[in-house]
């Protein structure tokens, strides 16, 4: 996974509220286990007309935020049902930060569990920071995970929470698997004092 330590780019704005995973990858993505490929199937139906022709008013259709890093939304995020593909195809577009006032709780598991920052801030800040990205291009915001802050374009800074363990994986670029080799030389000690003191569980050869 890799780390997140520092985040700087355009904002792409979407005040929806209840923006749910039938929205954000509709159900026709979810043949494929596969977590690459599923950013052109982002927030489809919004995205792009009955012809299959981009829809220009969707915000990520529009230049400035074509390349968007950063995603500010509406409240409740992510809710519906549980397909970790809403993760998958956010962070294939090449968005791996999301702003809101709240998100649902599975969906939340699931960004950082593939590398994605999610961050809850008061609703009165989100419309201040929703107006600044606006300005498209012309707004860079700045995420710095080791301070906790979000830096708006205009220079005002968002003080947010996180867990501490899921601030140590993102800083470090740690999913579940890189977590259980970082306890590799136990894992192999045991099992080699395994071996010897219960000879019985040791395959018998040929």
Same mark, same amino acid.
């Given at each position: ?43 489809? =139906? ?40 809403? /993760?998958? /195809? ?15 709780? @599975?969906?939340?598991?699931? /960004? ?13 800040? @989100?419309?201040? $920071? ?20 979000? @830096? ?9 929470? @996180? ?15 890189? $977590? ?13 004092? /395994?071996? =010897? ?10």
């Amino acid at each position: 996974m890799k780390a997140l330590k520092e985040l700087s780019g355009v904002a792409a704005p979407l005040p929806m509220i209840n923006v749910d995973t039938d929205m954000i990858i509709p159900k026709q993505y979810l043949k494929t286990i596969e977590r690459t490929g599923l950013g052109k199937g982002l927030f489809h =139906s919004m995205r792009y007309n009955d012809d299959g022709s981009d829809n220009p008013d969707f915000v990520l259709n529009k230049e400035a935020y074509r390349d968007s890093k950063i995603l500010i939304a509406g409240d409740n995020f992510g809710c519906g049902s549980s397909r970790e593909h809403a /993760a998958w /195809a956010i962070d294939d577009f090449g968005i791996r930060c999301v702003i809101a006032p709240s998100f649902s709780d @599975i969906f939340y598991n699931n /960004a950082f569990k593939n590398g994605m920052l999610l961050i809850r801030l008061p609703q009165e800040q @989100i419309d201040e $920071l929703t107006k600044q990205a606006e300005f498209g291009s012309n707004a860079v915001f700045n995420i710095d995970l080791e301070n906790q802050l979000v @830096i708006a374009p205009d220079g005002s800074e968002h003080q947010f929470e @996180i867990d501490e363990f899921r601030k140590h994986c993102l800083l470090h670029g740690l999913d579940e698997i890189a $977590l259980t080799l970082e306890k590799e030389t136990a894992i192999s000690s045991y099992e080699s004092d /395994a071996s =010897s003191s219960r000879s019985w569980l040791t395959p018998a050869a040929g």
